[in-house]
């Protein structure tokens, strides 16, 4: 199975370590979807935008884990989406993102050079 992450379990950030036994897959970016920082984490819902994000094959017991990290609290909800390396899961934000930043570009490895809206 695979996994699309965009925030905080992408390389090199604060949850990678989250991602130690799964495989890279590549790079994508998924149309529809606009990303917003809820502090020292991102959420996507629904929207007119893309995110840029890392696709990784996993298994079973790392999806129940990241799983157990996300959707605890209902705070996401695991969505199937299609990507270049075959469906894959997505953690879309379930909660408000009224007076949240939006990140325009769509990547949070760049939302420190955005200006403040």
Known sequence: MRIIVY???RRKQGN???MTNAQWLGD???EGFELYS???YPGVIEGNGAVHCEVYRI???TLAELDALRTK???YKRYLTQTPFGSAW???YQRSVAGRQRIMSGDWLKRD???EA
């Open 113 to 115: 050079e955005e200006p």
């Open 73 to 75: 609290g209902g705070e």
């Open 28 to 30: 994508h970016q998924i």
């Open 38 to 40: 809820l502090g020292h």
């Open 90 to 92: 997505l953690y879309v």
């Open 7 to 9: 925030g905080s379990l």
């Open 59 to 61: 298994d079973a017991s």
């Open 16 to 18: 990678s370590h989250w």
